[in-house]
């Protein structure tokens, strides 16, 4: 089955730029979504279809995506993005049932 | 604005059922879906499946296909998830969340415990 595979955590400094990768071999490659989950709390769209920002989400987050791997950009990082982050998309192989990745805790300190 | 507001928290034995509901508001529902995702104590995101409120098209994870049955009320707005035979490791907090092209607004969340 699809798999998406991201690393456990990331840590960065405030206002230096955080880079979470979420890597899957479908081909052809479904769209990425990252959700921002803090603690206790339900999780929220930072990134839709790759690189797409929704309203009200800050401008220091961005999306990319190139080959296997889609990347979730967190620029000029606040201590207030200190939150887990999961990449979402897929699987084509199996009538499109979603998939997670396994996370990434972010920690700004 | 969009809404989902769930029930409240369940704690069940081993082999019994739990039926969570999700109700919507601040959107026209059958222009939707409700994909439900599950979160075990300390881990990540779970998928576990998707209703379309428009037809009850359903699609559910492969390892809960045969105990999960997702609905919706029209009438009312709300989704249910219902999950059968219940085990230890299916305790977890279940959210409900609208899908449009993608799962957007999510619901607050109902935890489910199950233990004997």
């Known amino acids: 089955s699809y798999e998406l595979t991201q690393p456990p955590s990331v840590s960065v400094s405030p206002g230096q730029t955080a880079r979470i990768t979420c890597f899957g071999d479908?081909?052809?490659?479904?769209?990425v979504y990252w959700y921002q989950q803090k603690s206790g709390r339900a999780p929220v769209l930072v990134i839709y279809?790759?690189?797409k920002r929704p309203s009200g989400i800050p401008e220091r987050f961005s999306g990319s995506s190139s080959g296997t791997m889609a990347t979730l950009t967190i620029s000029g990082a606040q201590v207030d993005d200190e939150a887990d982050y999961y990449c979402?998309?897929?699987?084509?192989?199996?009538?499109?049932?979603?998939?997670f990745g396994g996370g990434t805790k972010v920690t700004v300190l | 604005q969009v809404q989902l507001v769930q029930s409240g928290a369940e704690v069940k034995k081993p082999g019994a059922s739990v039926k969570v509901s999700c109700k919507a508001s601040?959107?026209?529902?059958?222009?939707?879906?409700i994909s439900w995702v599950r979160q075990a104590p300390g881990q990540g995101l779970q998928w576990v499946g998707w209703?379309?409120?428009?037809?009850?098209?359903?699609l559910y994870a492969q390892k809960l296909q045969g105990r999960v049955t997702m609905t919706t009320d029209r009438s009312t707005s709300t989704a249910h998830m219902e999950l059968r035979s219940l085990k230890s490791d299916d305790t977890a907090i279940y959210y409900c969340?609208?899908?449009?092209?993608?799962?957007?607004?999510w619901g607050q969340g109902t935890l489910v415990s199950v233990y004997s």
């Open positions: 279809e790759d690189n």
């Open positions: 979402y998309s897929t699987d084509i192989s199996a009538d499109h049932r979603g998939v």
């Open positions: 209703i379309s409120a428009y037809n009850g098209n359903t």
């Open positions: 969340a609208r899908r449009g092209e993608h799962i957007d607004y």
């Open positions: 601040g959107f026209t529902f059958t222009r939707y879906g």
């Open positions: 479908a081909s052809p490659k479904p769209y």
